[in-house]
């Protein structure tokens, strides 16, 4: 599915990461609020729906990874980038004839499973207390955000899953995992739920492409972590992921 795609957020720490590795291939834009050098930009926040939506004009598909990603910047921010915000993306894809959206959600959707056992153990750097096989959180479980960043996440997928299955659109949803500038884990919790950049962007690639079977799809995305709980198999079956990074080192 090669043309044009536009990105939101390409300033950030994925979008840096990706453009590199797609710009060949596919046709970029951005919708940022500040300029991308040498990337078509519009300058637009995702709560301004009639000024955004002029981005998505001509575009095959949209790579969503703006959001503000931690409690500090208050409720308001929260409700007003991640979902409000998704659900304008979503609105202005449809209205746009958009094919496809993929849309980097969080393993945070499922990070209050850390609060039992073994998950708890496990996250906070005590392996002698785990049993020998630790279940796996898989994508047909309950949801279980920790804090409400997490659960803003949660109603983005839900909104997502909502324009797929309703409309003629295609959406991608991508749980990843910790992900950061150092690009290393510094702690017994980012060693269980830590993703390198790479990885994270080898996964959007493939999500970009792949042949869906249905017109909604939920992955998690992870490295190849010895301590990780979060099941990575659908991902490597249906997407053919293969992480190629470890917090184990």
């Not at 609105?91 to 993929?102: D, I, M, P």
């Not at 392996?127 to 804090?147: C, G, K, Q, S, V």
């Not at 109603?155 to 324009?163: K, L, T, V």
């Amino acid at each position: 599915m090669n043309g044009k795609v536009l990105v939101t957020g390409m300033s950030g720490l994925i979008g840096s990461a990706l453009r590199p590795e797609i710009e060949k291939e596919y046709e970029l834009s951005a919708l940022n609020r500040r300029p991308v050098e040498g990337i078509p930009t519009t300058r637009a926040d995702l709560r301004d729906y009639d000024l955004m939506a002029k981005a998505f004009v001509g575009q095959q598909m949209v790579v969503h990874l703006a959001a503000v990603i931690h409690d500090g910047v208050g409720w308001d921010a929260l409700l007003e980038t991640n979902v409000i915000g998704t659900r304008n993306v979503l609105e202005a894809s449809l209205q746009a004839g958009v094919k496809r959206v993929v849309f980097t959600s969080s393993g945070a959707t499922v990070a209050g499973w850390e609060k039992v056992e073994p998950y708890a153990s496990l996250v906070a750097g005590k392996y002698d207390l785990l049993p020998e096989n630790i279940p796996l959180i898989n994508e047909d479980m309950a949801t279980r955000p920790a804090n409400m960043y997490a659960s803003t996440k949660v109603w983005g997928e839900s909104i997502a899953r909502h324009y797929a299955e309703n409309h003629d659109l295609e959406v991608v949803c991508l749980r990843i995992g910790f992900a950061s500038a150092l690009n290393k884990p510094e702690s017994p919790r980012q060693c269980s739920v830590w993703n390198s950049q790479r990885d994270v962007v080898s996964a959007i690639k493939l999500a970009m492409s792949y042949e869906m079977d249905t017109p909604y799809d939920c992955f998690f995305i992870l490295s190849d972590n010895r301590y990780g709980y979060r099941d990575l198999s659908r991902a490597k079956d249906v997407l053919g992921y293969v992480p190629m990074d470890s917090a184990d080192g």
